[in-house]
Antibody
Framework: EELLVESGGGLVQPGGSLRLSCVGS????MHWVRQAPGKGLVWVSR????????SYADFVKGRFTISKDNAKNTLFLQMNSLRVEDTALYYC???????????????WGRGTLVTVSS | QSVLTQPPSVSGTPGQRVTISCSGS????????VYWYQQFPGTAPKLLIY???QRPSGVPDRFSGSKFGTSASLAISGLRSEDEADYYC????????????FGTGTKVTVL
């Protein structure tokens, strides 16, 4: 089975930026989902297979941007104006079992940890 | 963008049947298929149920899903020790824009 490998996480100060990558995205719908330590899953964003449509959770709108480079088989999440509450393990997930053109998260990567702290 | 509500925990003895509820609204579960994920500590989630009641290949038929209006449930029959994990329901929050919403999560404990 194809792998999804996230990278780009790390320690950043509040107000800073990070760019996450996920290799293995292919020509699929892709999602970013995050999980704060000891907490539940929270959906962040998604992008369709050709990158023409995106959607975001309200708490990241205007701060995060999802994109993908199908030629490089890579998904990105540009995160700006980071807040302490953005601290979490960020998973990329491939969309599958599509219905009416919408593809929910199916296969997941292992995640990359983002820590926002001064 | 509201969250779907699940009980924090459910428990059962081996062989028992347990159910996990997932409560939403007309803007999410009421207008969407429901999905269920299983997550063991320190690992990535795994899709357990899609389109309300369909199981991906390899998922035991002990797991079953159902949807009723703005609620859904996951049943685990013949509970086994290896079923001890966190379970999350999910649904589309908006059929037009395609944002997704997860439930609050339920910890299943096998006594």
């Amino acid at each position: 089975e194809e792998l999804l490998v996230e990278s780009g996480g790390g320690l950043v100060q509040p107000g800073g930026s990070l760019r996450l990558s996920c290799v293995g995205s292919g020509f699929y719908w892709m999602h970013w989902v995050r999980q704060a330590p000891g907490k539940g899953l929270v959906w962040v964003s998604r992008i369709n297979s050709d990158g023409t449509t995106t959607s975001y959770a309200d708490f990241v709108k205007g701060r995060f941007t999802i994109s993908k480079d199908n030629a490089k088989n890579t998904l990105f999440l540009q995160m700006n104006s980071l807040r302490v509450e953005d601290t979490a393990l960020y998973y990329c997930a491939r969309g599958g079992y599509c219905t009416n053109g919408f593809c929910p998260p199916d296969y997941w990567g292992r995640g990359t940890l983002v820590t926002v702290s001064s | 963008q509201s969250v779907l509500t699940q009980p924090p925990s459910v428990s059962g003895t081996p062989g028992q049947r347990v159910t996990i509820s997932c409560s939403g609204s007309s803007s999410n579960i009421g207008g969407s298929n429901v999905y269920w994920y299983q997550q063991f500590p320190g690992t990535a989630p795994k899709l357990l149920i899609y389109r309300n009641n369909q199981r991906p290949s390899g998922v035991p038929d002990r797991f079953s899903g159902s949807k009723f209006g703005t609620s859904a449930s996951l049943a685990i029959s013949g509970l086994r020790s290896e079923d001890e994990a966190d379970y999350y329901c999910a649904a589309w929050g908006d059929s037009l824009s395609g944002y997704y919403v997860f439930g609050t999560g339920t910890k299943v404990t096998v006594l």
